[in-house]
């Protein structure tokens, strides 16, 4: 009977009581791989445990995973649910009800986990991510269809924590060539190969640099400029995102400062932020202000820009708050690529900006009655009534600057007057069209490329 018992402790988890890893890999072994459909796997995070260890201690993330474990297990049964790490749990699902609708049990699993837990005075909210695989031709053993369902967890949790994904065949293989380029920029952070180039942003009527916009680029070792859309992949591992920006505000502050003592007649840089950067310890203000202080920068030189992506970071319900606390402490805030996703004039009633950036894929279908040429028209009266300035990107042609400035948008950048370049070559031309610099000429003709080149740049997303 002691052995007996022994046994049985030793495959029970003992704060949940639920079943644990030794006996999560001797139910997986025991599972046949021949007939496809028959089973399925989902693994299951909870994402905030090390959040309330930390803010509440541990007795309260103890409480915490007791419940989750006791709501898991209700919702999960008939199927098996097993606890095989800190904040892994495992269900192994067999139901014939389950398996039909994989999805539905497993939002039905978010769903529960979801409300709030009582402990120590204080209300918790659990917060899960879950992948999930089926057993399939070709899963030789059940350890394949582990392996796919951790695939699904992660990408899951890279694309949207909070989420179910199930796994598709080639899931792996995108996932395998994300490490590899969350590595290869980790390589290249280490050794002082991410650098800032610069675009400059310019008054449409006069092609006077009126500010630049910093971009990021990978330098390889055998010296050739990757552009940011050519290791995006990479942003998706937070500590890579935010070593990124480590770097970049480095290198920004410090450029700007050059150009200061210099004497150039230097405004505004701007600088992307992403979603990772909004989630630091410290205030995103505080974090931006510090970097500018230590190079002796003004912060009013800044714009912080933010994609739509990260305006509408649904993971971050903070993110207004912070857009707003940014504007407050007198930072100026662009939205990037405004068109491209979700935004509306609606989310600027409740978080406002200081400058929308209006899509290249609007300035290529400028004409004469366009649905285009409408909305930038339109985006520009309103622009006027709330007090935001547009700034239009992707301008190739002269045309497309003139049709612009009709329509009431009158900043600008793109090809037509340079791509992104160095430190060296950006001072060049701040020296010679900077606006207040005396110059007045159009820089178009310095940095004109052939449409061959402009279409091999917006492909590369190199503007």
């Excluded at 993330?61 to 904040?87: C, K, N, S, Y």
């Excluded at 209300?123 to 059940?142: C, E, F, K, N």
């Excluded at 290529?364 to 239009?392: C, F, H, M, T």
């Amino acid at each position: 009977d002691r052995v007996e018992e022994r046994e049985k402790l030793a495959r029970i988890d003992e704060l949940t009581g639920l079943p644990n890893r030794n006996a999560f890999n001797s139910a997986l072994d025991a599972l046949d791989c021949s007939q496809p459909g028959a089973w399925a796997l989902l693994a299951i995070d909870l994402d905030n445990l090390k959040m309330v260890n930390d803010t509440f201690g541990h007795h309260a993330g103890d409480i915490l995973l007791q419940e989750v474990a006791h709501r898991m297990a209700d919702a999960a049964a008939p199927d098996r649910t097993f606890r095989i790490g800190g904040d892994e749990f495992a269900v192994i699902v067999q139901s014939s009800a389950a398996l039909q609708n994989l999805d539905a049990m497993a939002y039905e699993l978010l769903e529960r986990l979801s409300l709030p837990v009582t402990s120590l005075g204080h209300s918790l909210y659990p917060r899960a991510t879950i992948g999930g695989a089926i057993v399939s031709q070709g899963d030789p053993l059940p350890h394949s269809v582990r392996l796919n369902a951790d695939h699904a967890l992660y990408h899951a949790k890279e694309t949207g924590r909070g989420g179910f994904v199930r796994y598709w065949r080639g899931l792996g293989t995108a996932i395998t060539q994300r490490l590899s380029t969350i590595q290869e920029v980790g390589v290249a952070l280490r050794e002082g190969r991410i650098k800032a180039y610069y675009q400059p942003v310019v008054r449409l009527d006069t092609a006077e640099i009126v500010g630049v916009e910093a971009l990021c680029r990978m330098i390889t070792p055998e010296g050739k400029v990757r552009t940011a859309g050519e290791f995006h992949e990479a942003m998706s591992d937070m500590d890579i995102a935010q070593a990124i920006t480590d770097v970049m505000l480095e290198n920004v502050a410090n450029d700007v400062r050059h150009w200061l003592d210099e004497g150039v007649a230097f405004q505004h840089v701007g600088l992307n932020i992403s979603s990772a950067d909004l989630r630091r310890n410290m205030p995103i203000h505080e974090y931006l202000s510090a970097g500018f202080a230590k190079a002796n920068v003004p912060l009013k030189h800044l714009i912080v820009e933010v994609t739509e992506g990260v305006y509408l970071d649904d993971r971050d319900d903070n993110v207004g708050a912070k857009i707003a606390q940014m504007r407050h402490h007198g930072l100026k805030v662009a939205l990037d690529d405004f068109g491209t996703g979700f935004a509306s004039l609606t989310h600027l009633l409740t978080v406002p900006v200081d400058i929308i950036k209006i899509d290249r894929s609007f300035v290529a279908g400028l004409k004469n009655g366009s649905p285009s040429a409408a909305i930038v028209e339109g985006l520009s009266s309103i622009g006027q009534k709330l007090d935001i300035r547009l700034l239009a990107e992707g301008i190739e042609t002269e045309s497309q600057a003139r049709h612009l400035l009709v329509l009431g948008c009158r900043i600008g950048q793109g090809f037509l007057y340079s791509p992104a370049v160095s430190r060296l070559e950006m001072t060049k031309l701040l020296h010679l069209y900077a606006q207040w610099s005396g110059a007045c000429r159009t820089i178009g003709a310095l940095w004109r490329r052939s449409p061959d080149e402009m279409a091999e740049g917006r492909a590369a997303g190199t503007e």
